[in-house]
């Protein structure tokens, strides 16, 4: 058996799996988050580690599991924080997650030093306040004394591994979320930290996502009811994980989407794809030697929660759902913009902001919906646009997420996007599936990560109306349109700036 911890942003979601990575069972043990004035976001990582003890007791008890059974844990973990640990490698200050944005002067400092291009084209990553090497910097120039006392900095997936093990590393996966990693040559950028004023050997060794670190040391295994010299798989970050979970695996898999809460699409790649806009970012993938194009939208899910929300129907979400199969948005000029926090693809704006589009007198509930899951489908339309310009196929996607659920939603996103879809059986499932049979390639239990694929099935299908290919491409276009004059008065930068 295997145990794979998930440690997201609200919790830490151990999983028990079979040899082969299906799932058995699954727990949940939350943690909380501060957030303050000024886009402070922190948690504390050594709660961290105390949700991944409790958790994996308590999925043994529960399932009646003797601990000798497990045979391995992998890992999965939110990505683009900071943790900065002392020379005894305990950690100096609370967690900077990836949700904090304090660091925005920091990062217009190293963009101006290095340039978005020409970091884009090193990281596959835009500068950005939310991620690692800006909140590095805010944190020397701002809490010089904790700077001082720091001797190492790693992610959170990585605490955990530290804290089960003793052995303090990350993976590529993870270190290509921090910006500061040389992607092409798969090392530290000694540009991008020169820029920073970050020393190379703050940041952790970097090994294979399928690196047995070690094993549990005695502290651990007590923690946890695991026996001592249990192997940890080292795992790797949430996002490229997902892709693992759902069954990419190989460019051969094509792209697939997510509507959780906030939604993207994400491929398989042999390279890099460098979007000459800049709307994507690429990820190294869990899968060695490959890549994880990614465009992830803030609310995707979001949007839907908040309209079900403001309509007082959260409830009942399904009555909801089947008004908005009968209405009519786009095709009656209502649309609605789906950026209620900010946006990352395809623009990378925090200042985005939700708006609704070419309300009248007559639209109700129904057409409010509506508007709502055909502005997320229009907007990852955009962001599927910045794989097949730059050579990746899209003949069709799969879909995971809750809002996979939606036989309304999915046939929205094949209509938009004029490509088959279909939902898989995956809902919040992606990232410990995927942390499994890392662990379980790791661990020698099976030979490669195709196993993935057989993990979740194929739950329904739906083919566009292709007569609508035209009326969905001008529609995308008025969409886009709206955004690019409403732009100026959200106060945001110009796109690709």
């Known amino acids: 058996m295997i145990i794979a911890h998930d440690l997201g942003t609200t919790g830490d979601k151990a999983s ?7 799932a058995v069972a699954s727990v949940t043990v939350d943690y909380p988050t501060r957030f303050a004035p000024g886009g402070v976001a922190e ?32 890992l999965s973990g939110q990505m683009m924080g ?6 005894s490698l305990r950690p100096v200050r609370p967690a900077i997650i990836w949700a904090d944005h304090r660091s925005t002067v920091e990062a ?17 990553h835009r500068i950005h306040p939310t991620y690692t090497l800006a909140k590095l910097m805010w944190v020397r120039e701002h809490e010089p004394e904790v700077w001082r006392r720091s001797h190492r900095a790693c992610l959170a997936k990585d605490y955990v591994a530290l804290a089960m093990t003793g052995r303090l590393v990350t993976d590529p996966s993870d270190a290509s979320g921090t910006d500061a990693w040389d992607q092409a040559n798969g090392r530290w950028s000694a540009r991008l930290l020169g820029a920073a004023g970050v020393a190379e050997d703050l940041l952790p060794p970097v090994v294979p996502s399928t690196t047995v670190v070690g094993g549990l040391t005695p ?13 940890v798989v080292i795992g790797g970050g949430d996002g490229p994980m997902a892709g693992a979970g759902a069954g990419v695996v190989a460019p051969s898999d094509g792209p697939y989407a997510c509507l959780g809460s906030s939604s ?14 800049m709307r994507s970012m690429t990820f190294d993938h869990v899968v060695p030697g490959l890549y994880a194009p990614t465009a992830t939208m803030q609310a995707g899910g979001a949007s839907l929660s908040w309209v079900a929300e403001l309509l ?11 008004a908005a199969g009968e209405a009519a948005a786009a095709d009656e000029g209502l649309y609605f913009l789906p ?25 109700g509930r129904g057409h409010l919906v509506r508007a709502v899951l055909e502005g997320v489908a229009f907007n990852l339309r955009t962001c599927l646009d910045a794989f097949t310009e730059n050579g990746v196929a899209v003949t069709g996607l799969d879909v995971i997420g809750g809002g996979a659920r939606s036989e309304v939603w999915m046939q929205v996103l094949a209509d938009v996007w004029q490509v088959p879809v279909r939902s898989r059986s995956i809902v919040a499932d992606a990232n410990s599936l995927g942390a499994a049979v890392t662990a379980a390639v790791g661990l020698g239990l099976v030979d490669d990560f195709g196993v993935a694929r057989e993990l979740s099935t194929i739950t329904a299908e739906y083919a566009p109306d292709t007569a609508r290919a035209d009326r969905s491409a001008e529609q995308h276009q008025r969409f886009l349109d709206a955004y690019g004059r409403l732009e100026p008065w959200f106060g945001g930068r110009v796109v690709g700036a």
Do not use: K
């Not at 502290?219 to 192997?231: K, N, Q, R, S």
């Not at 993207?264 to 806009?277: E, K």
């Not at 409830?315 to 909801?320: G, V």
């Open 16 to 22: 028990l799996h079979d040899p082969d990575g299906r």
């Open 43 to 74: 948690q504390d990582a050594e709660r961290w580690w105390l949700a991944a003890a409790e958790a994996t007791r308590t999925l043994l008890a529960r399932t009646g599991t003797p601990g000798s059974a497990v045979q391995g844990v992998g």
């Open 82 to 87: 900071a943790v900065l640990l002392d020379a």
């Open 108 to 124: 217009d400092r190293l963009l101006a030093a290095v340039g978005q291009q020409e970091a884009y084209r090193e990281l596959g």
């Open 219 to 231: 502290e651990a295994a007590a923690a946890t009811g695991l026996p001592v010299d249990t192997p």
């Open 264 to 277: 993207w699409v994400q491929a398989a790649t042999t390279a890099p794809l460098h979007d000459p806009a």
């Open 312 to 322: 007082g129907a959260e409830d009942d979400m399904a009555a909801l759902l089947a």
């Open 339 to 363: 950026h209620l926090l900010g946006e990352r693809s395809p623009y990378w704006n925090a200042a985005a902001a939700g708006a609704f589009v070419g309300l009248e007198r007559h639209h």
